[in-house]
């Protein structure tokens, strides 16, 4: 998406989307913030699109490459990262070491690594993970991704468009090796410290506990971050209610960046 009129942006806002999503899955968030200061950018990852890594590259280390590459196109703009779930985590990673960043919002991260299993109710979310790509991870994803899609949207696979299910299927393969890569990641809390930028985490009222302990996790590894709940919505309120999401990502970067 291009600034509304001429001039050139002040700012490139960079919408990460998550595992088995797409460009298009944030797109009706993104349109809340088009107008003439922002150049909005929303890029396939590896192997959703033409978006080309190196072969050699794990899904986590590819895709980090892609956003920090990303970055780096306009390093004399105001850059604001905004990731979902898996794209929420890879934009925490990308974010710390990098001084081209101005705002960061992750929206549910799935930094699974900032657990600690020696926590009871960490312990919790972590078997829980397991539990949901078990299904993932045999000869056929595919046969798993109904409990996969209602673990994490509270909604039957029956419910889902034919079209949305057609994709979801198409991809099941991908999906497991992201998921598997992303829960196997061991990313502590304190590497997350060394994020300069303002932080904001988003996260639905009505979703997993285990989106939630992440959270709390991260907030507390990163000095100054906030936290901010949207009620009635779960892991992909961002989809469904962009409009609620919007108005907290613009409170949260008008203080930063106005």
Known sequence: MEPKTGGGPKEIWIFVHGAAGSPAALQGLAREFADDRRRIIIPALAGYGGTIAPKTMGPLDANEAIISWILNIAPQERH???GHSMGGF??????RNTAHIDALIAIEPMAFGVL???????AVA???DRAVIAGLLGDDPAQGLPEFIKAWNDV??????????????AGAHRL??????????????GDYATIGAPVL??????SPDAAHRIIARLACAIPGSETKTIDGVGHFGCMAQPRAFAVAIKAFVNNGLD
């Open 176 to 189: 497991a090796i992201e998921t598997a890569a992303v829960s196997a990641d061991r990313t502590m809390p």
């Open 116 to 122: 600690d299993p020696n926590d009871s109710d960490d």
């Open 80 to 82: 604001v990262l905004i």
């Open 156 to 169: 039957s696979w029956e419910d889902f468009p034919q079209r949305a299910r057609r994709a979801l299927e």
């Open 126 to 128: 972590l078997a829980w």
């Open 201 to 206: 985490f988003l996260q639905g009222s009505a």
């Open 90 to 95: 890879l934009s925490l990673k990308a974010a």
